[in-house]
């Protein structure tokens, strides 16, 4: 069973930061999802054991998916955020062939 606790979510202004956090509870091929109201949850960001890390469109140069395998944990660095950033996001990792999910952290974008 994995097991996967997000932090690090809240409410910025247009233009600021924040840094998403998931520990997990070993080391997987993970990523970031997002879900905005009325829409179907996106892939943001992923990264691989081995670090190699790839985004949607929407978020490259913004945001910085990494990794510390020593602690298990993923993070998400997002900078400059838009409003259009507002969302549910869900940290996922894919072991022995099946999706697990976290609870989810709010973001949300003030203009």
């Known amino acids: 069973q994995v097991q996967l606790v997000e932090s690090g979510g809240g409410l910025v202004q247009a233009g600021g930061s924040l840094r998403l956090s998931c520990a997990a509870s070993g080391t997987f091929f993970m990523a970031w999802y997002r879900q905005a109201p009325g829409k179907q949850r996106e892939l943001v960001a992923r990264?691989?054991?081995?670090?190699?890390?790839g985004y949607v469109d929407a978020v490259k140069g913004r945001f910085t998916i990494s990794r510390d395998n020593a602690k298990k944990t993923m993070y998400l660095q997002m900078n400059s955020l838009k409003p259009e950033d507002t969302a549910v996001y869900y940290c996922n990792a894919v072991a022995w062939g099946q999706d697990y999910w976290g609870q989810g952290t709010q973001v949300t974008v003030s203009s």
């Open positions: 990264i691989t054991s081995g670090g190699n890390t």
